[in-house]
């Protein structure tokens, strides 16, 4: 019995962490801050002959349409955003609509899962050995991104959109032509993948550590967290 539930208590683990990386990347991409801090010191105005204010109204624009916010990526109600990037973006907000539904299932499943490992007396150990477990499985998956994407970013990144986006090629955009590629260079999506990469491992550093670190225990045995 003992077995089985550390073992979904494992998989339950897993699947929040995943969850939490997803969020983080997520969170990066649909922040107008970040965005704003990229186009200024990457100096894309003649890039994309915009200002900042004008690519600041269309990153807007876009990332409300992907969260299904607003029924159109027009910006200022004027098209800006010509039609395949549109094929690609309607593309798009149904992969993060999707998105978005694996990441409740994970949150909830995952905090399911894990609730059934955790029916032991030492749940303080039984999370930092699920941690521990769960932190190389996932550690394993990263170092192997990680490592495609220093590589290669070109390749890493055409191989994720050719599984995203098996029945069309809509995300083949051409910067001479493409407002979108411009405003997103390969730079910045490689900005957004390891700064979310790295927010990730030190969270997960973390956590790992503050259940590594010795607890005193007061005279009644009660556990102290000071």
Known sequence: MKRSNDLFGKIGMFLLLIDLFVTLICMLFFSRDLYRFFFQTRHLEAETDLTLAEADQAHAALVAYLNRRKENILVADQPFFNERETRHMQDVQTLVSRVRFLQITFALGGGLLLAVGLRREDKREALREYIGSVLTAIGALLLFALVWMGADFDAFWTGV????????DFWLLD??????????????????LMAGSA?????????????????RYNATGRENHD
Not at 181 to 189: E, F, K, Q, R, V
Not at 199 to 215: E, Q, T
């Open 175 to 192: 910067p001479n032509t493409s407002i979108m590629s411009n405003m997103y260079p390969t730079a910045y999506w490689r900005t957004i």
């Open 161 to 168: 959109h050719q599984r995203l986006f098996p029945h069309n």
């Open 199 to 215: 927010l990730f491992l030190v969270i997960l550093g973390g956590i790992y550590m503050d259940f590594r670190r010795p607890h």
